[in-house]
T-cell receptor, first 112, second 114 residues
Framework: GESVGLHLPTLSVQEGDNSIINCAYS??????FIWYKQESGKGPQFIID?????DKRQGQRVTVLLNKTVKHLSLQIAATQPGDSAVYFC???????????FGKGTKLTVNP | KAGVTQTPRYLIKTRGQQVTLSCSPI?????VSWYQQTPGQGLQFLFE???????NKGNFPGRFSGRQFSNSRSEMNVSTLELGDSALYLC?????????????FGEGSRLTVL
């Protein structure tokens, strides 16, 4: 089955800087990857996803990069704001239609 | 459109008791998944229901069970509670017809077992 892992459990950045959160996965057959954001006291919230036939996908202030060769994906947040402070999870299908396997999460702290 | 609603938000139980948690998915969503979140293990998949049928099950003991009703609302039950069952239990719904796999999470039910 799939397993996903994040490289750093915590990340601290200055407001206005760019943030990069990394994630590795194990199953080269995974065709879909998702990033979720979880703020304190809330459930995870979808940020952006990417299919395996893409290398890059951009959203509003966020970009996800997928490197299938080394089975690595990253989430880049431009001009990080205090409201971006949260725990970020990468996830990939683990078999079955809606089952997702989540990484342990990276806690992003944005310092003013 | 209302989001995923979970009740209760917080509850405290003692070892040996049982607990039932409820989840109302987004209107029109027929798939409901349950996850357990703990600081040590992160988000772990419990089970998924679609059209009142369990479609997937995670690696949890039989004390953890669930069901889904005809209106897509779901409940999960944990019997003979153990201290290690203390966690945030998250419910997520999705529209399988969308095919994106995006899950919409509720805010969770935080269970404390004493």
């Amino acid at each position: 089955g799939e397993s996903v892992g994040l490289h750093l459990p915590t990340l601290s950045v200055q407001e206005g800087d760019n943030s990069i959160i990394n994630c590795a996965y194990s199953n080269s057959a995974s065709d879909y990857f998702i990033w979720y954001k979880q703020e304190s006291g809330k459930g995870p919230q979808f940020i952006i996803d990417i299919r395996s036939n893409m290398d890059k996908r951009q959203g509003q202030r966020v970009t996800v990069l997928l490197n299938k060769t080394v089975k690595h994906l990253s989430l880049q947040i431009a001009a990080t704001q205090p409201g971006d402070s949260a725990v970020y999870f990468c996830a990939a299908p683990g078999g079955g239609s809606e089952k997702l396997v989540f990484g342990k999460g990276t806690k992003l702290t944005v310092n003013p | 459109k209302a989001g995923v609603t979970q009740t209760p938000r917080y509850l405290i139980k003692t070892r040996g008791q049982q607990v039932t948690l409820s989840c109302s998915p987004i209107s029109g969503h027929r798939s409901v998944s349950w996850y357990q979140q703990t600081p040590g293990q992160g988000l772990q998949f419990l089970f998924e229901y679609f059209s009142e049928t369990q479609r997937n099950k995670g690696n949890f003991p039989g004390r953890f069970s669930g069901r889904q009703f005809s209106n897509s609302r779901s409940e999960m039950n944990v019997s003979t509670l153990e201290l290690g069952d203390s966690a945030l239990y998250l419910c997520a719904s999705s529209d399988r017809l969308a095919g994106t796999g995006e899950l919409f999470f509720g805010e969770g039910s935080r269970l404390t077992v004493l």
